[in-house]
């Protein structure tokens, strides 16, 4: 790698912190320079890093296009006769595997990404490889408008940042973007940059507004008994998210209470919850000491238009209620609550290590009691039923005679988790 702004932080002063600037210099070279001379200013080291395919211009990055190629599988003059798709690809692959080492040997401690799209996406790709904690920013002309953040985000924890102007030279309207979005970088590495880590095995915990009383009741139990637990929320990327820190080994223990996004991933393939294709794999692979029922696994949320449009068939053929203007929470048929059950009762299945399983008979979420909106029985018996059946006879498996939100259940989760950290 060249060398124009650091040589590698070992021979830079120990405490120097050093950020990383992800761009295109072909068209980028104005803003990454406007950016490297903040950083140096406020006495932070710089790399830059280049993700430019195409040529016809001078830039000295301390990691080039050539490099980045090369770390892809592949050569700079090839991408650039590639076609765009490819050459992204390649870039993109290249960059991620730059960035990790570069991380791995303590030449980095923050990244900022400038760009459009295609920029925007192999910035995050890179900042996607690397832990919780380290500071990552991408200020990008495609975070505003109609568009999800799931391209940009995934499963890390990205800034993103508008840059209201297109990122095409400097102004008076780009310059100001620019200074924040370094200011926000240069503020985080400095004051915070702490990767996940704690004195105490961390247990993880999925909830949602659905099943929060009943989840929040076992977490308070089981923090005012000194434990960390960390919560995750149920809606799609928060099990996703969960699911990853226990695969890195991040979570010793798992109180996964509300494994509802099952329902919108596996059973309809659409919903709010959607986005989470591996809900409780992590735990049964890595074997830690678990805790699960099946809170919230009796409904799908979608869209409240779609659904009044029928997306579900005849909207006055469910039972339903509405989570706000925008969400119907709509309750399953038996046929379907017995598809999510399976898939639940075949991944527990797979568990290698020490767990338990609760079932709430008197309802599994908020609104299921009797004379309530959602409440069926029927439809809890057939999730029920499907567990007992299906479980492997030497997991052990609780029925309370009580309701998710009631103290029993919260107590119990408690009591379980207490007793299977202690064996």
């Known amino acids: 790698m060249t060398t124009k702004d650091q040589t590698m932080k070992s021979s830079n002063d120990a405490k120097q912190k050093t950020i990383a600037i992800i761009a295109c210099a072909d068209t980028k070279k104005a803003e990454m320079e406007f950016l490297r001379a903040m950083f140096q200013q406020e006495g932070f080291g710089v790399l830059t890093v280049d993700l430019s395919t195409q040529g016809g211009y001078s830039y000295e990055a301390s990691v080039s296009p050539r490099e980045i190629a090369m770390a892809g599988g592949s050569t700079i003059e090839h991408v650039r006769l590639s076609g765009r798709a490819e050459a992204i690809a390649v870039m993109e692959a290249g960059v991620v595997t730059i960035v990790s080492s570069l991380y791995a040997t303590g030449n980095i401690d923050g990244i900022l990404g400038i760009g459009g799209l295609q920029n925007s996406r192999m910035a995050s790709a890179a900042m996607r490889a690397l832990p919780v904690g380290v500071p990552k920013l991408i200020l990008s002309t495609v975070a505003c408008g109609n568009r999800p953040f799931e391209l940009l985000v995934g499963d890390k924890d990205i800034t993103v940042m508008p840059s209201v102007a297109d990122i095409a030279g400097l102004n008076p309207l780009t310059e100001t973007v620019l200074t924040n979005a370094a200011a926000a970088v240069m503020g985080m590495v400095r004051f915070g940059g702490h990767t996940l880590s704690s004195d105490r095995p961390m247990i993880a915990a999925s909830m949602m507004g659905a099943t929060n009383d009943g989840v929040v009741g076992a977490v308070r139990l089981l923090e005012g008994d000194g434990r960390s637990v960390v919560t995750f929320h149920s809606t799609g990327v928060g099990g996703r998210c969960m699911e990853q820190l226990i695969a890195d080994g991040k979570m010793q223990a798992c109180l996964d209470l509300s494994p509802h996004e099952i329902i919108s ?114 439809v809890d018996q057939a999730i029920f039923t499907t567990i007992r059946k299906g479980l492997r006879k030497d997991i052990r498996l609780i029925e309370l005679d009580a309701h998710f939100f009631d103290e029993a259940f919260s107590k119990c989760a408690f009591e379980e988790m207490t007793r299977l950290l202690a064996d």
């Open 265 to 378: 991933q596996d059973v309809f393939g659409f919903g709010f919850s959607a986005g989470a294709a591996n809900r409780l794999t992590a735990a049964a692979e890595r074997g830690i000491p678990t805790v699960v029922a099946p809170g919230g696994m009796d409904f799908v949320d979608v869209s409240a238009s779609e659904f009044f449009a029928g997306a579900l068939g005849a909207p006055e053929a469910r039972k339903y209620v509405l989570h706000n203007s925008e969400i119907a929470h709509v309750k399953l048929t038996a046929e379907e609550a017995t598809r999510g059950a399976e898939i639940f009762v075949r991944r527990l299945n797979l568990h290698n290590g020490k767990i338990t399983v609760i079932l709430p008979l008197q309802g599994i979420r908020s609104d299921t009691r009797e004379g309530q909106k959602l409440y069926d029985p029927a």
